[in-house]
């Protein structure tokens, strides 16, 4: 049974979603609904090892931080 939903989402962030969405040859509803079933599927069952237990709060990155941006500058170094 589907049920319909009203977000209160950014424009830019909504016109960028609806070119994904047109792109991949998907609706913005079917997105929407695919990330809301993974995110909330029960992850219980898959522990967390004491590694990266030790690890989680330990890294404090500068606000503004754009992980995507120094990714691809890294890879750029790397392979050029």
Do not use: C, W
């Not at 049974?1 to 609706?27: F, H, P």
């Not at 330990?58 to 606000?63: D, E, G, I, R």
């Amino acid at each position: 049974m589907t049920t319909k939903l009203t977000l209160t989402v950014e424009k830019e962030v909504i016109e960028r979603a609806k070119s994904y969405a047109k792109n991949s040859g998907r609706s913005l509803s079917e997105l929407i609904e695919q990330y809301l079933d993974n995110i909330t599927q029960d992850n219980r069952n898959q522990p967390i090892s004491p590694k990266l237990k030790k690890l989680v709060g330990s890294v404090k990155l500068p606000k503004g931080f754009n992980e995507k941006k120094e990714l691809q500058s890294y890879l750029e170094k790397k392979h050029l």
